[in-house]
Nanobody
C-alpha cells in the first residue's frame, strides 16, 4: 500500500506565503505525475498544479505566477510554494500522485488526507 502525508497548511493573511509538502511512502515502484488539487467549500475539487517525473509543470490559470511546484524524485516528495495568497485560495489542499505499485499493473491515483489553507485577515 501507499501513503501520501501532507504538511504545511494553516492560516495566513492576504498577501502572505505558505509552503505545502507531501511525502509518498510504501510499496512504490515508480511515480509519474505528482501534484496538488484543492476543494473550497461548496465547490468541486480543482487542479492546482502538476509536475511529472521529468520536471515539467502545469499550473491552473488562477495560480500561475504565484505558486511554484517542485519535487524530489529520490525522496518521493512534492512541495507547493504559495505566494501572494488571496482569500479565494482558501480551500482544503490535497496531494496527488500517480503511482505504480507493481511491475505488472499500471499506475493508480493516490491521494493525501488533505490540509486546510485559510487566507483571511
Amino acid at each position: 500500500q501507499v501513503q501520501l502525508v501532507e504538511s504545511g497548511g494553516g492560516l495566513v493573511q492576504p498577501g502572505g506565503s505558505l509552503r505545502l509538502s507531501c511525502a509518498a511512502s510504501g510499496s512504490i515502484v515508480s511515480i509519474n505525475d505528482m501534484g496538488w488539487y484543492r476543494q473550497a467549500p461548496e465547490k468541486g475539487r480543482e487542479l492546482v498544479s502538476l509536475i511529472n517525473n521529468g520536471g515539467s509543470t502545469h499550473y491552473a490559470a488562477s495560480v500561475k505566477g504565484r505558486f511554484a511546484i517542485s519535487r524530489d524524485n529520490v525522496k518521493n516528495t512534492v512541495s507547493l510554494q504559495m505566494n501572494s495568497l488571496k482569500p479565494d485560495d482558501t480551500a482544503v489542499y490535497y496531494c496527488y500522485a500517480q503511482i505504480k505499485t507493481s511491475l505488472w499493473r499500471g499506475a493508480g491515483d493516490w491521494w493525501g488526507q488533505g490540509t486546510q489553507v485559510t487566507v483571511s485577515s
